[in-house]
T-cell receptor
Framework: NAGVTQTPKFQVLKTGQSMTLQCAQD?????MSWYRQDPGMGLRLIHY???????DQGEVPNGYNVSRSTTEDFPLRLLSAAPSQTSVYFCASSPTITRGSFYGYTFGSGTRLTVV | KNQVEQSPQSLIILEGKNCTLQ??????????LRWYKQDTGRGPVSLTIMTFSENTKSNGRYTATLDADTKQSSLHITASQLSDSASYIC???????????FGAGTTVTVRA
């Protein structure tokens, strides 16, 4: 049982490049989400999904796309990277959003992205 | 806007000493408040959860308190260990949509 796996752990992009951050969980969780963590700020929700085929925007969705074709995978795509997207990205999952609230979320170990 | 403010931003303590972290929130409607521990280079891990009716909850050397009237919570670390060096994040959930509001965290450094 690996929990939530994020790849890559580190990435450097040039402005304008695109890439996909991978997130996979093996706990059969319906709810998955992406956050970004910036210095001096709390984690901010980018996109989330309550089940396969269903996605929705969070607090800071601009510049990012997501899809949820399977229960296990929830990739985050940067369409055209900008320096403002330099951040640490976390994927988190829970059985449902309600259970996540009461029983906690399982977070991946993060992807540190630098855009130059 | 739902907000969570944590203080201090960082602190340094000697091994074996105690410390207390503060969290003030304006999240409404309130469901629960959770403290997470985030080690460097890792994702947050839940320490404890407080619901509206709970005042105090302990998890080993960690004790969380909640005053729902003043919308304040604290996390007390007793007899600190080097492994307690981490960022501690206060997270508040709403009761209507269960969305989370995160504090910026308090970075604790424990020195031998």
């Amino acid at each position: 049982n690996a929990g939530v796996t994020q790849t890559p752990k580190f990435q450097v992009l040039k402005t304008g490049q695109s890439m996909t951050l991978q997130c996979a969980q093996d706990m059969n969780h319906e709810y998955m989400s992406w956050y970004r963590q910036d210095p001096g700020m709390g984690l901010r929700l980018i996109h989330y999904s309550v089940g396969a085929g269903i996605t929705d925007q969070g607090e800071v969705p601009n510049g990012y796309n997501v899809s949820r074709s399977t229960t296990e995978d929830f990739p985050l795509r940067l369409l055209s990277a900008a320096p403002s997207q330099t951040s640490v990205y976390f994927c988190a999952s829970s059985p449902t959003i309600t259970r996540g609230s009461f029983y906690g979320y399982t977070f991946g170990s993060g992807t540190r992205l630098t855009v130059v | 806007k739902n907000q969570v403010e944590q203080s201090p931003q960082s602190l340094i303590i000697l091994e074996g000493k105690n410390c207390t972290l503060q969290c003030n929130y304006t999240v409404s409607p309130f469901s629960n408040l959770r403290w997470y521990k985030q080690d460097t280079g890792r994702g947050p891990v839940s320490l404890t959860i407080m619901t509206f009716s709970e005042n105090t909850k302990s998890n080993g050397r960690y004790t969380a308190t909640l005053d729902a009237d003043t919308k304040q919570s604290s996390l007390h670390i007793t007899a600190s260990q080097l492994s307690d060096s981490a960022s501690y994040i206060c997270v508040v959930s709403t009761s209507n949509d269960y969305k989370l509001s995160f504090g910026a965290g308090t970075t604790v450094t424990v020195r031998a």
